[in-house]
């Protein structure tokens, strides 16, 4: 079992920057495929971006693809979500999760463990 918690959440002006961070408790962190999602106020979650457990392999959804980056350290124990020109649009909770699969997963179904979520809002 993994337990999440994340941070990082603000408010920010369009085009600027945030990095969130997720702290897993546990001793498996590195069998866990990781992902970031986000929801938005009367939307469905989404997915954001997702990272293998070993890190080589990357995924994002296309709205963010060239903004965002999701790396994480497994000895610390960590994923993080560097979210670059940022946009209105982008305003959301952002949750961190965790999968017991072999590769990354953009399916929310897959994941069974999340964090609480922590809030990004972006002005414009």
């Known amino acids: 079992q993994v337990q999440l918690v994340e941070s990082g959440g603000g408010l920010v002006q369009a085009g600027g920057s945030l990095r969130l961070s997720c702290a897993a408790s546990?001793?498996?962190?590195?069998?866990?495929?990781m992902g970031w999602f986000r929801q938005a106020p009367g939307k469905a979650r989404e997915f954001v971006a997702t990272?293998?457990?070993?890190?080589?392999?990357?995924y994002y959804t296309n709205s963010v693809k060239g903004r965002f980056t999701i790396s994480r350290d497994n000895a610390k124990k960590m994923v993080a979500l560097q979210m670059n020109s940022l946009k209105p649009e982008d305003t959301a909770v952002y949750y961190c999760a965790a999968a017991e699969v072999l590769l990354a997963t953009s399916r929310a179904g897959d994941y069974k463990y999340w964090g609480q979520g922590t809030q990004v809002t972006v002005s414009s």
């Open positions: 990272i293998s457990r070993s890190g080589d392999n990357t």
């Open positions: 546990g001793r498996t962190f590195s069998s866990y495929v």
